[in-house]
């Protein structure tokens, strides 16, 4: 079954007050996998965008949140540059996580030469790649 974003994001939003924590409508629960992931790509596309511009195929973008969904509760951010990510961003991550999407996680890989380790981000603790 082929799920179109604008539908499900219609349904999701249609006559619900905005969260508090990220000033986005709520209605869970949402029934499939597929439509968690679609509704968390784009809070935190909203949320990323707030600190940088999200860029897939231009150098001078900040990250890329990575927009094809390859299965499982995780997303993928990645930074290209050094400055984009601080503990502003991850504890805006964090929220967006807390708030409806417990099971969840966010892999945060630096590919912006500065050699920092990767990270895993859940709604209550970062975990970071040795």
């Known amino acids: 079954m082929r799920i179109h974003t604008r539908e499900v994001l219609e349904g999701y939003t249609k006559g619900f007050q905005p969260d508090a ?5 709520r209605k869970l629960p949402m029934t499939t996998r597929e439509e968690q992931w679609l509704v968390l790509h784009n809070e935190l596309l909203n949320a990323l965008s707030r600190f940088g511009e999200n860029s897939p195929s231009d150098p001078q973008g900040d990250y890329w949140l990575v927009d094809d969904d390859w299965g499982g509760h995780y997303h993928k951010v990645c930074v290209a540059h050094p400055r984009f990510w601080s503990n502003e961003v991850e504890q805006q991550v964090r929220a967006v996580l807390a708030s409806s999407f417990k099971d969840w996680g966010v892999y945060v890989v630096f590919e912006d ?11 209550d603790r970062t975990v970071t790649e040795r």
Do not use: D, M, Q
């Open 21 to 25: 924590a990220t000033s986005l409508p």
């Open 113 to 123: 030469g500065s050699g920092r380790p990767g990270l895993i981000i859940y709604g």
